[in-house]
DNA sequence: GCCAACGTTGGC
DNA sequence: GCCAACGTTGGC
């Protein structure tokens, strides 16, 4: 067994380091951008996505790294800041745990059915970035945040998106 | 508050 | 496996 350990990671190459990015949703009315600047090293779990598109995502995709656009939904609806992936997808216990308002009797400790990961908060904007001024951005036509009916609360963002978003962030 | 767009549930 | 009913999300 230790042999075939050994040799497994003798061959193993390290892969690139390749940053992906990513949109976290949320209300804020339940969580927001200053909830996370004034948690202990700005950093939170980001539980309670009870999707499973998102949660593929929260467990298979995010890696260490990762950065992420923070957006608040439903009032005044906008990209706030961003964060960066501190710890990638495991088990979410809020759904074990009856008080919580995401309790989910079918998932369980040795059959987790839903995940999150840690983010940390690297920057709140000055100036929220705000839906209408989204849609105004011509390099931004095919985000996924801006299509039609699109209420994913985990969304891959393209590189070239990101770089548009933080570019206008920068200079309104 | 309205309602369109989705996702989930459950009867068959 | 289909699909109607219901619940939720979230912009406006």
Same mark, same amino acid.
């Given at each position: 067994?230790a042999?075939i ?5 003798? !061959? ?5 380091? =390749?940053?992906s990015y990513?949109? *976290?949703? !949320?209300?804020?009315s339940?969580?927001s951008i200053?909830?996370? #600047?004034a @948690?202990?090293?700005q950093? !939170?779990?980001?539980?309670?996505v /009870?999707n499973?598109? @998102?949660?593929?995502?929260l ?7 990762d ?5 608040h939904?439903? +009032?005044?609806p ?5 964060? !960066?992936?501190? &710890? ?6 809020? #759904? ?6 995401y309790?989910? @009797? ?11 990961v840690?983010? &940390?908060?690297d920057? +709140? ?7 209408a001024?989204? /849609?105004? =951005?011509k +390099?931004?036509?095919? =985000?996924?945040?801006?299509r039609?009916?699109? &209420?994913?609360?985990v969304?891959?963002v &393209? ?6 978003? *933080?570019? +206008?962030?920068? @200079?309104?």
């Amino acid at each position: 067994m230790a042999g075939i350990k050994q040799r497994l990671e003798s !061959t193993q190459e390290t892969p690139p380091a =390749m940053t992906s990015y990513w949109l *976290l949703k !949320t209300e804020p009315s339940s969580y927001s951008i200053d909830d996370l #600047a004034a @948690a202990p090293e700005q950093t !939170t779990h980001w539980d309670g996505v /009870r999707n499973y598109q @998102a949660r593929n995502m929260l467990r298979d995709e995010l890696q260490e790294g990762d950065r992420v656009l923070l957006y608040h939904s439903v +009032k005044n609806p906008a990209i706030v800041g961003t964060a !960066t992936v501190v &710890r990638s997808g495991y088990p979410d216990p809020s #759904a074990w745990d009856k008080r919580s308002k995401y309790y989910d @009797a079918k998932s369980d400790p040795e059959n987790p059915r839903w995940y999150m990961v840690d983010v &940390r908060l690297d920057e +709140k904007f000055e100036q929220p970035l705000t839906l209408a001024e989204l /849609r105004e =951005m011509k +390099k931004l036509q095919e =985000m996924e945040l801006l299509r039609k009916g699109s &209420r994913l609360s985990v969304q891959p963002v &393209r590189k070239a998106e990101w770089t548009a978003i *933080l570019a +206008k962030a920068k @200079a309104p």
